[in-house]
């Protein structure tokens, strides 16, 4: 496994109050890493330093070579970050604000090419504000692959999202990866997590709990005697609700 991303006793205090309290990790090169924890546990905060969008107190970070210390510029020229959904300008149409967006980047792109990577080729010439919610967030995590990233940093992308735009924000994700993009997300459904990355990180108040494959994570807790306590039925009320509503995903 090559490294991509190295992380080594990562703090960050905001004021007295510690919200990273010298975490390390690695990422692989082109897995799914996923940074999983409960609500101010320090994962955006992580996130946003190796984005280079904030600084951190003290650790050291490796971004595929670069020292984030010395060449932040390098750094951002090859990660792909979901801007803020609040920046959009939300009369613009989606090619208007894919030229906008690669024009800050300094680079040029095709924008209906890119606009079909996300299945929104039929939008283009839509406003952004007139996109349902899955929409919206299929377009910006498009925005993450404008200067062709080797990395992208996915924030909770599904939250808030139906149970059928999570599955094709899902595959458009794994589809991504396959291209050999790194991907890092947050994630606050552990279903998805599963599915989705080959390795998580579990944090908590600003410690690294654990960090393996799901799967070794779940036999790990299945091996001391942990027991769900009900039977699990085969189909869960997801599966009930995907297959009376149907696996395709809908634009409203
Ligand atoms: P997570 O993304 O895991 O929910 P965050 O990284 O957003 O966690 O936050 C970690 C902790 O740091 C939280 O307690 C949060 O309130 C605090 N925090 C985050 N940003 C700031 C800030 N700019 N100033 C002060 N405290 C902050
Ligand atoms: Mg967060």
Redesign the pocket.
Known sequence: METIISVKDLVKN?GK?E?VKGISFDVFKGEIFGLL?P????????LEIIETLRNKTSGKIMVDGLDLDTQVNKIKQIIGVQLQTSGFYPGLNLLELIQLFSGLYNTKVDALELLDTVNLREKAKNKYKEMSGGQKQRFSIATTLINQPKIIFLDEPTTGLDPQARRSLWELIRNIRQKGTTVII?THYMDEAEYLCDRVAI?DEGKILALQTPDVLIDELVATGFERPKHTKAANLEDVFINLTGKEFRED
């Open positions: 905001y109050f919200a924890g609500n101010g546990a320090g994962k955006s905060t992580t947050t944090m």
